[in-house]
């Protein structure tokens, strides 16, 4: 079961949870101030609300986890978000990454090939409060084409090679993050489309994130 107060308790935690990003090189305040404002906690099981604001990632069913607080920090930072942009989010798992979106006033569809962590995302009051977050179960790979072109692309799971449906639902001018393999571990990668339509690539730190696989599942 999750979580569903949010204490001074929590609050202090977080404080220190984003001080530590800060001091580890984050700078946009506005991604900070969304991290402070969105309790982890309720995107865990209770057993872990002690540990929900420690540098880490955890189990959230499915063998698949939730992001280190620093990644989605940076990841974050990396797709400078724009009140009312419209994003593509590959990898809901927890949706806890679409919240911290949500909380920059984002449009977010998100996207999870797992069945299951879809279905419990469906009952997710917290996720409610938020009106411009839309949940989808189907492959990332494939994006959303009804809804495209977005502003914004992100995916939060290691991307054996650009998806090349995803350039093609960027906008001109839109900018997508994604953890691409290089060999054991991935490096983060900002592709940036210009309006004449052409890539550009920049390349930053090293991260290890679970796979991005092909297909959904059941
Ligand atoms: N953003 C998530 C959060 O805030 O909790 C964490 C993402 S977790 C590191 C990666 C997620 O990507 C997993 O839930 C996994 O099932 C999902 N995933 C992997 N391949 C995918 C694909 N092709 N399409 C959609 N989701 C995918």
Redesign the pocket.
């Known amino acids: 079961m999750r979580a569903k107060s949010d204490t001074y308790l929590h609050k202090g935690m977080r404080q220190k949870m984003v001080d530590g990003i800060r001091e580890r090189g984050i700078t946009d305040e506005q991604v900070l101030t969304a991290l402070l404002n969105v309790p982890r906690h309720f995107?865990l099981d209770s057993a872990f609300e002690k540990q929900a604001y420690e540098e880490r990632?955890f189990l959230?069913g499915?063998d698949?986890?939730?992001?280190h607080p620093y990644t989605?920090a940076y990841q974050t930072q990396l797709l400078q978000v724009k009140p009312f942009d419209k994003i593509l989010?590959?990898?809901?798992?927890?949706?806890?990454?679409?919240c911290v979106l949500g909380e920059l006033k984002a449009k977010v569809f998100?996207?999870?090939?797992?069945k299951k962590?879809f279905d419990v995302n469906k009952s997710f009051e917290y996720l409610k409060s938020f009106p411009f977050i839309r949940t989808f179960y189907?492959?990332?790979?494939e994006g959303l084409p009804t809804y495209a072109p977005f502003d914004k692309i992100l995916i939060?799971?290691a991307a054996p090679f650009v998806p090349d449906k995803l350039l093609n639902q960027m906008k001109p001018g839109s900018i997508m993050v994604l953890p691409l393999n290089e060999g054991e571990n991935q490096r983060m990668i900002r592709i940036t489309k210009s309006q004449d339509g052409t890539i550009q690539e920049e390349r930053f730190e090293e991260f290890s994130?679970?796979?991005?696989?092909?297909?959904?599942?059941e």
């Open positions: 995107f990632a959230i499915e698949q986890t939730i992001s989605v989010e590959v990898g809901t798992g927890s949706a806890y990454q679409a998100t996207i999870e090939r797992q962590l189907g492959d990332g790979f939060t799971a994130f679970v796979p991005m696989l092909i297909g959904k599942k």
